[in-house]
C-alpha cells in the first residue's frame, strides 16, 4: 500500500517539478491586466473541473482582498459559468450540451474580459466552443489541460499543459487545484504588498 | 458611444534601432514597459448631425475629414472610409511631448475605437501595424515602431525589429516584488518642456549611417538590461543606462541641450545610478533609477534645479507599470 502512494507521490512531484512557469506567468499577466481595465474573469469546466472553477471563484473574489476588504474599491470579478444549474440544464436539455458554456458566455462577453477553460482531455466540445467564441472577440484565453493538451492547449493565450499519460485525471485535477491556488496566492500577496506600500 | 483607450510607455534602452535605415541591416532591440498614464478616445455616431468632429486640445467641425487639421484623425478617418457623422474626442493624464509616447498610445486608442465602430475586430499584432501604418505611411512621421507595438499589446516587454519588418514580441515576466521594487526605484522627472519628436528623428534618420555602430551596441545590450531587471539588479540597470546615454548623445545633437545636461547631473550628483531623457530626446522626461535611500533627496534637487533653470510645469510624474494594452472599455452597441 505505501508502494501505491509513494509511486502517485511521486508522480505528483515529477509534475511539479515540470510546471509551465513561462505560460502560468503569462496567465498571471493576463488576470493583472483585466484588473486594471475592470473586465471579468470567467471560468469553465466539465466534472470535477466546474468544481476546480467554482472552489477556485469563491477563493480568487474573496481571499485576494482578504486583508483589505474595506480599502480596495476595485476586486477581482471572477464567475464560473454557467452561473446555476437551472441555466446549465436549460442550455444542455433545450440546445444540447455542447452549448452549456458558450451559450451563458455570450450573454456576458465584453472585450475587457478573460476565459479560463479548464479540461484535462483539453477536447470537450463544450469547452472548445466556448474558447473560439472568446477568441472571435480578442478575449484573452488561459486554457488549463492534462495529458496531449488536447485541442484546447493550441487555441490558449496562456497554454498551461499539465503533460501526463493520457486519462491521468487524478494528477492533473490535482496539479490544476495547486496552480490555481497559486493564482489566488500571489495576487493575494500583491495586493498585500500594494496596500503595505500605500500605507507607509 | 465608444470608449478606448491605450497606455503611454516608458522606453528603457534601444531606442532609435526601431528604423528602418537600421533595423534592415541589423536587428533592431527595445524594451520598454507600459505605465497608469493613458490616453482616452470617445467615439460617438452623430446621425442627426451633417459633420465629422475632432476635439483634443482645439475644437474642429468640419463637412468631410479631409479638411480636418488633426492628421492622425484625419487620415484614420479617410483610410477606414468613415466621411460624416462621428464625433471623436480625446483626452490625456499629461501633456503632449513628454516622451513617453503618447502619440502612438493615441493611434492605437483610435484605431481600436474606429475597428469596434466600424463592427471589426483585430488582434493586438494587427492593431499594432495598423497604427503604424497610420503613423508612418499615411501621416508620414519619420518614426519607428516601438511606441505603437507596446501600446497596442500593454506590459512590459523586449521588442524585436527584424529585416522583413516583422517585430517579435516577448513579455519580461517580471513577478509583482520585482516590479514594486523597480516602480519605487524609478524616478519620472517632466521637464516641462515640450519638443517635437519628429525634429529630432528626422536628425537621427539622416545620421543612422554614421551611427550604425552606436545604435548596434545599444540593441546588443538589450539583453543584457533584461537580465539585469530579471535579477531585480537595478544598480546594474542605472549604470547601463548611464552608458546608453552617452551613447545616444553622440547620435544626434538635439537629443540633449545645456539645461537637460544639468539637470541630468544634479540628479547623478545626489546619487541616482543612471537614466536618461525619455522618448526622442531634446526635452520631454528625465527618467533615473537611484537608491531608495537617495530617491527622495534626488526628486528635491531636480525640483530646484528646474525652478532655477526656469522650466514651467516641471515635476515628479508618479508611475506605475500596467499589463493592459490598447482596448475598448465601453461600447454601447448602438443604444
Not at chain 1, 473541473?49 to 473574489?61: E, G, I, Q, R, Y
Not at chain 2, 528626422?202 to 549611417?209: S, V
Not at chain 2, 522626461?285 to 528635491?300: F, N, Q, Y
Amino acid at each position: 500500500m505505501q508502494e501505491y502512494i509513494r509511486q502517485f507521490a511521486d508522480q505528483a512531484i515529477a509534475l511539479l517539478g515540470s510546471l509551465p512557469t513561462v505560460e502560468i506567468a503569462k496567465a498571471m499577466n493576463i488576470l493583472q491586466a483585466a484588473f486594471e481595465r475592470d473586465g471579468r474573469i470567467y471560468v469553465i469546466g466539465n466534472g470535477g473541473s466546474l468544481a476546480l472553477a467554482t472552489h477556485w471563484v469563491a477563493d480568487f473574489n474573496k481571499t485576494v482582498f482578504s486583508h483589505n476588504l474595506n480599502e480596495e474599491q476595485r476586486r477581482f470579478q471572477a464567475i464560473r459559468l454557467p452561473t446555476t444549474e437551472e441555466e446549465l440544464t436549460a442550455w444542455a436539455n433545450d440546445i444540447g450540451y455542447d452549448m452549456v458554456f458558450a451559450g451563458p458566455l455570450q450573454n456576458y462577453i465584453q472585450e475587457t474580459d478573460v476565459l479560463i477553460a479548464i479540461s484535462s482531455s483539453g477536447n470537450s466540445e463544450n469547452i472548445i466552443r466556448a474558447v473560439n467564441l472568446a477568441r472571435s472577440h480578442q478575449v484573452p484565453v488561459i486554457g488549463l489541460s492534462g495529458f496531449d493538451g488536447g485541442r484546447l492547449n493550441p487555441l490558449c493565450d496562456a497554454k498551461i499543459l499539465v503533460a501526463t499519460p493520457m486519462a491521468e485525471y487524478e494528477l492533473v485535477e490535482g496539479i490544476h487545484a495547486v496552480i490555481l491556488h497559486l493564482f489566488t496566492k500571489y495576487f493575494k500577496d500583491c495586493f498585500d504588498s500594494v496596500a503595505r506600500l500605500q500605507k507607509s | 458611444m465608444i470608449i478606448s483607450r491605450a497606455p503611454m510607455r516608458i522606453s528603457f534602452v534601444g531606442g532609435g534601432t526601431d528604423l528602418p535605415d537600421f533595423y534592415k541591416r541589423y536587428p533592431g532591440r527595445v524594451i520598454s514597459t507600459c505605465i497608469d498614464k493613458f490616453i482616452f478616445i470617445a467615439i460617438n455616431h452623430a446621425p442627426f448631425t451633417n459633420h465629422v468632429a475632432a476635439r483634443y486640445s482645439v475644437s474642429e467641425e468640419v463637412e468631410h475629414p479631409s479638411e480636418l487639421k488633426h492628421s492622425r484623425i484625419r487620415e484614420a478617418l479617410l483610410d477606414v472610409g468613415i466621411h460624416n457623422n462621428i464625433e471623436i474626442a480625446s483626452f490625456a493624464p499629461i501633456p503632449a511631448r513628454t516622451g513617453l509616447g503618447s502619440s502612438s498610445s493615441f493611434s492605437v486608442a483610435l484605431l481600436r475605437g474606429l475597428c469596434a465602430y466600424t463592427g471589426r475586430r483585430l488582434d493586438k499584432r494587427a492593431v499594432a501595424e495598423a497604427a503604424c501604418r497610420l503613423e508612418i505611411d499615411l501621416v508620414k512621421e519619420p518614426i519607428g515602431k516601438q511606441d505603437q507595438y507596446a501600446a497596442a499589446f500593454g506590459g512590459f516587454n523586449v521588442l524585436q525589429f527584424n529585416a522583413d519588418g516583422s517585430v517579435d514580441v516577448e513579455p519580461l515576466l517580471l513577478d509583482y516584488k520585482k516590479r514594486l521594487q523597480m516602480e519605487a526605484h524609478l524616478i519620472l522627472f517632466f521637464l516641462g518642456t515640450t519638443r517635437d519628436a519628429s525634429s529630432v528623428l528626422a536628425e537621427q534618420k539622416a545620421n543612422t549611417e554614421r551611427n550604425f555602430e552606436v545604435l548596434k551596441r545599444m540593441s546588443d545590450s538589450v539583453p543584457a538590461f533584461k537580465d539585469a531587471l530579471l535579477r531585480a539588479d537595478f544598480k546594474r540597470a542605472g549604470e547601463m543606462l548611464l552608458e546608453g546615454w552617452t551613447m545616444k548623445k553622440q547620435l544626434v545633437s538635439s537629443i540633449s541641450n545645456p539645461g537637460i545636461d544639468r539637470m541630468y547631473e544634479v540628479a547623478m550628483g545626489h546619487g541616482a545610478w543612471g537614466g536618461k531623457i525619455l522618448g526622442a530626446g531634446g526635452g520631454g522626461c528625465l527618467m533615473m533609477l537611484a537608491p531608495l535611500e537617495r530617491r527622495a533627496g534626488v526628486v528635491e534637487a531636480l525640483k530646484k534645479a528646474a525652478m532655477a533653470e526656469g522650466l514651467e510645469g516641471a515635476g515628479e510624474i508618479p508611475v506605475s507599470f500596467v499589463q493592459t494594452g490598447g482596448e475598448v472599455l465601453f461600447h454601447s452597441n448602438g443604444f
